[in-house]
Structures are given as C-alpha cells and as structure tokens.
C-alpha cells in the first residue's frame, strides 16, 4: 500500500446553528477560508473537505467560538463588518470580483452586469456569476447583493430565501446605528 502524503495544510473549523440554518466557519493560518450556511451541518462538513481535499480537517469549536459568534451575528445583522483576516482562495479575476462585492454597501444591490463594469470587464457577466457561485464566504464577502438585471433574487450558493431573508435584514438594519 502506498504512503499517503501528509496534509499539505491544516484547517480548523466550528458549526454551530444560526437564525438562517447550521453555519460553519473555517480557518487557516492565514484566515478565515470558509462561511457556508445549511440546513444540515454534516453536508458544510462535506462541503469543507471536498473544498479543501488536501487539508487536515479539525474539528475547534473552543478554538473558534469568537469567530463562530461572529459569523452567527453577521447572519442576524449583515450589515455590519468582519473584523479578521481572510484567506481569499480563487483565481486572480475571483478575488478582484470579491473584492469588488466587499466594497458594496449593506443595503444596497447591483446587478452581474454592474458588478462586472466594477471590475473593468464589463462583457465578463457570466465570469462575475461564476466567481459570485464559487464565494464561500457567505456574508462577509457579500454575493446576496447581486441580483439579476430584472431585479429577480436569481441564485444564490446558500439558497434564494437566505439571500432574501440577508437583504430584509440588510434594509431593516440600514440607517439604524
């Protein structure tokens, strides 16, 4: 039997339950790499190891209770900032699309084809959606601000009614220090 290589990295993670469902947050050395949001939390524990295949999965719930409780009261209030470090993994034109997202206000929505005028490939409106469905950094990195051209909710990685119940709280929340 062959030797198995060891883990090309560690990643610790926590779930815990949410007003929007099961919600998992993951860290590497360099930062938060994973915000996702179900109704199961065993399926994000799936999501986590085939998003990161070559990880050494643990399990810190101690380890990661801040920034658990943090990720839960950003889903409660998605109008307010995290504070961390993240760990953006993507191609280059993915992370410019999920800087860009990160610089739209709570409240406020574009469309994929604004979103792409944004980060200066305006015919990349299919590439912006893409890079939107590959975020997993629910809510920090807010792809529940991008709607479609007719103002319909479209997709969303975490499902249409999460990324409605986020703008409700985003407008209710606007303008309320």
Known sequence: MPKSSPPAETIHYATGPSSL???????????????????????????LALRFPNAELIEDVSGLKAVLAQAIALIDAPDAAYDGPLDLRGTAFQQSVWQALMTVPAGETLT???LAERVG????????????????????????????????LTGYRWGVKRKQSLLQREERGHGHA
């Not at 490939?121 to 007719?150: D, E, L, Q, T």
């Open 21 to 47: 469902g099961a919600v998992l947050v993951a860290q590497s050395t360099a930062g938060l790499c994973s915000l996702m949001i179900d109704d199961d939390p065993k399926a994000l524990r799936d999501q």
């Open 112 to 114: 994929y084809s604004e």
């Open 121 to 152: 490939n305006p015919k990349a409106v299919r590439a912006v959606a893409a890079a939107c469905g590959a975020n997993r950094i629910a809510v920090v990195i807010p792809c529940h601000r991008i709607i479609g051209r007719n103002g319909s």
